[in-house]
Each structure stands twice: as structure tokens, then as C-alpha cells.
């Protein structure tokens, strides 16, 4: 079940937010621990279900016995948790992809069962790793379990994010009420990111379906780019979009979930655009993983290393394939090219440090969308293509998409812009904003129920 199915609009969140608001606030953390369950258990199933549950169960039991004990053996429950935690992220979403290059190295067939990945493994697993890590820094340990359930599982955020702190949803949990601005704000919000999905993300999808019939290795130079841009546009409205019903969720249920997205298409390095693009995930990788090597504390050979561990690790988070290794590896280049070279230039030329940016992203998505090397190769064949190769540069095939497209990508562009959100946030709650929602409310409803209907993207990670 998706936020933007019909099932979930007309059917889950009417019936949810009607017990929800009923009950008294003693019961509110029970009825959003059994409604995550029923909404987790109808979009994925009794097995994923199951593996939910224990990870839940092992993660708060594990904190519990941390309470008290010394150095020692609080390291080594961290140790059987994190193992637990790699053991069901290698089966699940590696095993595969190890043992068939493992395969390839060694001329070995190796058989095996490939199993589905159960649904947001990756950022229920990430978020409950750091739960346990920050317990083990110090933190009190939460003891009532269906407050932590309802930390774990809260249905805004387990599929795809954001991914939680304890400390920011600790005082919610034990102390809150909901009143009538939370609700309307948080639906207002919870609208705002469903036109970004149905109407913006969804709309630009057909556009790298063109592309992906005509052949990657038959674009024309102008196309290749035009995909590229369009991609870019796709994704990000379509987790942004994610993440902002989220949000509105949240509000609604008078808990915290935090942003996501703050207009990374703005950012004016590649170092500042992952800063504004999936920060919980960001900010995970920064406090668990790239402080603890040692960050920017020890010298140029320590902070390569702590961004290489943390970037080859950010691209494998996103899947099982050579494209994301190669997307994470061209990331930390730049990253790293800013970091040691271009970085001052950057910061005192504000136009070319933007155009530098829009240049440089679109590239870096090609290989993120593309799972096949190979193909990854012959798109950027088309992006640069070698001098005398005229047929790589024609421009007509790309003008006959964009004659379709160019309105809804100016529009898509104009959203990636601060204008619509400084607009939105200034008259929020007034009818300046609530006729236009509730008008696109219905044209995104047409639109699900009149189409096949687009997964989320970030849903197979």
C-alpha cells in the first residue's frame, strides 16, 4: 500500500485518523503501533511482517539490557546487534550480487534462492541501528515497548524514510496533543507532496520510457541530456514528495518527522547538494559512520579515507549493483575535487558554481538509474559524444519529446525553486493555499485512479 494509492486515501487514513483522534492519548501510541502493522502488513506481507516484528523485538531487548552494564558488555550487545542488522542486509539485498561475482572471479556457479527485498529493510535497519548505537554512547534506553514499536514502525516514515532519531520523537511519545491547526497544516502539507508525486514525478516518468525504447545507444546528444535533466526532475519530486507526505503525517499525528529535501537543486557544490538531499540519511552516515573514523579531525589521508568508506557505503545502501558502487565512487570525486581544489572557487563565483552543479548531477543520476555498466557507458557515449559522430548529435528526436515535455519541465523546475515554498509557508492555512490544494487534491485523484499507477522509486532500496 502506497500513500498514493486510493486504498490508503479513501479507505486506511479516514478510518485510522477517525480511532486515532478518538481515543484518549493513553491509547494513541497502541493505535499507531497496530495501524503500522496493518498498513506494513497489507503493502508487504506475513513474511516481511514477521522479519519487522523480530528486528523490533531484538532492537528493544538489546537496549534494555544495555541499562546499567559496563563498557564491555555494552559493546559487545552493539556488536550482536550491528552483526544481526549486516546478517539480514547481506541476505536479503547482497547475497546475490556477492556470490555472483564471487562466481565470476572464480568460475564457480554458485546456486541461489533470490529473495524479494522485504519492504524498507534498509531504512527501518538504519534507523534502528542507530537507536541502539546512541543507547550505547549513553542514552537511556526506552522501556515502555510500545512506545518504542511506535518509534520503529510509525507508518509516515518506515517505508521509505526519514529516518528517525529516538531524541527527537522521545517527549512526543510520552506527552502531546493534537489540535485542529496540526491537523489541517499536516494535511496541507500531505497534499503538497502528493502533487509533487502524481502530478510532477509521475508525468515525467513516460519521459525515460521514450528513451529506454528508442535504446540508449541510439540518443542523440541532445536527448541523452534532455533524459538526464528530466530524471533528475523525477526523482526528486518523487521522494521529495514522499518525504513531505511524510512530514504531514506527522504533523497530523503531532509527532516530529523531520525534512528531508531543502531545494538541493539550489546548492551550489556537490558537497552542499548531499547536505540538502536525503538529510537523515546524510546525517546517519555522518554521526555513525564518517565521526567515528576520524572525519576532517585528522589530517587530508584520514578525511579521504572516512569519505571514501562513507561513500562506498552510501552507494551500496541504495542496491546491489555496480552502478550504485560507481554512482557513490563518482560522487566522492567530486566531492573530494571540491573539497582539496575547487572548493574557494566555488564559494566566490556564485553563477558558475551553480552552473557547475546543474552540469555535474544530471551526469551522476545517469548512472544511478541505469543498472547495466555497460549501458551506463553508452548513455554517456551519447552525453559526449566523439568528434565526427553526427548522428549522436542531431537534434530532432530530442525536439520532439521536449515539443510534449518543456511545460511540465519548467514547471518541475520552477518547484525546485525557493519562490514556491517561501509563497506556501507565508500563507499557509489561508484559502490562498487551501482552495488551490484541495482542487489539485481531486486532479491527483483523477490521475491515480485514470493511470497504472508508479511505485515510488526509493521503494526497492
Not at 531484538?58 to 544495555?66: C, I
Not at 519492504?119 to 543507547?135: E, M, N, R, T
Not at 537511556?140 to 518506515?158: C, G, M, S, V, W
Not at 520510457?209 to 528530466?230: C, D, F, H, K, N
Amino acid at each position: 500500500m502506497s500513500f498514493s494509492d486510493l486504498t490508503f486515501l479513501f479507505y486506511f487514513l479516514p478510518l485510522f485518523f477517525a480511532v486515532y483522534y478518538i481515543l484518549p492519548f493513553r491509547f494513541k501510541n497502541a493505535a499507531l503501533v497496530l495501524g503500522s502493522f496493518a498498513f506494513y502488513f497489507i503493502g508487504a506481507g506475513a513474511r516481511d511482517t514477521l522479519l519487522l516484528s523480530g528486528v523490533l523485538l531484538l532492537h528493544y531487548a538489546l537496549a534494555r539490557a544495555m541499562a546499567g552494564k559496563e563498557v564491555r558488555t555494552r559493546k559487545a550487545l552493539l556488536i550482536i546487534a550491528l552483526a544481526a542488522d549486516l546478517f539480514c542486509l547481506v541476505y536479503f539485498k547482497y547475497a546475490a550480487f556477492i556470490l555472483e561475482n564471487l562466481g565470476k572471479l572464480t568460475g564457480t556457479a554458485f546456486s541461489l534462492v533470490e529473495l524479494a527485498l522485504p519492504l524498507g529493510v534498509s531504512f527501518y535497519l538504519f534507523q534502528s541501528a542507530g537507536y541502539l548505537i546512541d543507547v550505547y554512547r549513553g542514552e537511556e534506553a526506552e522501556k515502555n515497548l510500545i512506545d518504542y514499536a511506535a518509534f520503529t514502525i510509525a507508518f509516515p516514515q518506515l517505508t521509505m524514510g526519514p529516518i528517525l532519531r529516538w531524541r527527537e520523537w522521545r517527549g512526543a511519545l510520552k506527552a502531546r496533543s493534537v489540535t485542529r491547526e496540526d491537523v489541517f497544516s499536516g494535511f496541507e502539507l500531505f497534499v503538497v507532496g502528493l502533487c509533487f508525486k502524481v502530478l510532477l514525478a509521475d508525468q515525467l516518468a513516460p519521459l525515460w520510457a521514450s528513451l529506454e525504447r528508442i535504446g540508449y545507444e541510439y540518443l542523440s546528444t541532445p536527448l541523452a541530456w534532455l533524459g538526464a535533466v528530466s530524471y533528475s526532475l523525477q526523482l526528486y519530486f518523487d521522494f521529495s514528495g514522499y518525504s513531505l507526505m511524510a512530514m504531514g503525517l506527522g504533523q497530523m499525528l503531532a509527532l516530529p518527522v523531520p525534512r528531508n529535501f531543502d531545494l538541493p537543486y539550489t546548492a551550489r557544490s556537490v558537497s552542499e547538494f548531499y547536505r540538502r538531499w536525503h538529510i537523515t540519511l546524510g546525517t546517519w552516515f555522518r554521526d555513525y559512520v564518517y565521526i567515528p573514523l576520524g572525519g576532517s579531525r585528522n589530517g587530508n589521508a584520514r578525511t579521504v579515507l572516512s569519505l571514501t568508506v562513507v561513500w562506498f557505503f552510501t552507494g551500496l545502501w541504495h542496491g546491489a549493483s555496480w552502478n550504485f558502487v560507481l554512482w557513490g565512487v563518482m560522487l566522492l570525486g567530486f566531492i573530494l575535487l571540491e573539497k582539496f581544489c575547487i572548493g574557494n572557487f566555488l564559494k566566490k563565483h556564485k553563477v558558475l558554481s551553480h552552473v557547475y552543479l546543474l552540469f555535474v548531477i544530471p551526469q551522476t543520476w545517469v548512472s544511478f538509474r541505469i543498472t547495466r555498466l555497460k549501458d551506463v557507458g553508452a548513455y554517456f557515449s551519447r552525453l559526449f559524444p566523439l568528434f565526427g559522430a553526427r548522428s549522436a548529435i542531431s537534434a530532432q528526436d530530442a525536439l520532439k519529446l521536449f515539443s510534449s515535455y518543456w511545460w511540465l519541465l519548467l514547471l518541475a523546475i520552477f518547484f525546485c525553486l525557493p519562490q514556491p515554498r517561501r509563497f506556501y509557508e507565508k500563507h499557509r492555512g489561508s484559502l490562498l493555499v487551501q482552495l488551490p490544494l484541495f482542487l489539485l487534491f481531486w486532479v491527483c485523484v483523477y490521475f491515480i485512479a485514470t493511470s497504472s499507477g508508479n511505485a515510488f522509486l526509493y521503494s526497492r532500496f
